[in-house]
């Protein structure tokens, strides 16, 4: 999943507005 790697590569956990404001594959 796009959130997972954003998750381990940004080193937080993203909110759930995340999911679909950043819709990207």
Known sequence: MHLDVCN???GWH???FWIPM???P
């Open 14 to 16: 993203a909110p759930v």
């Open 8 to 10: 381990e590569h940004c």
């Open 22 to 24: 950043h819709r990207t």
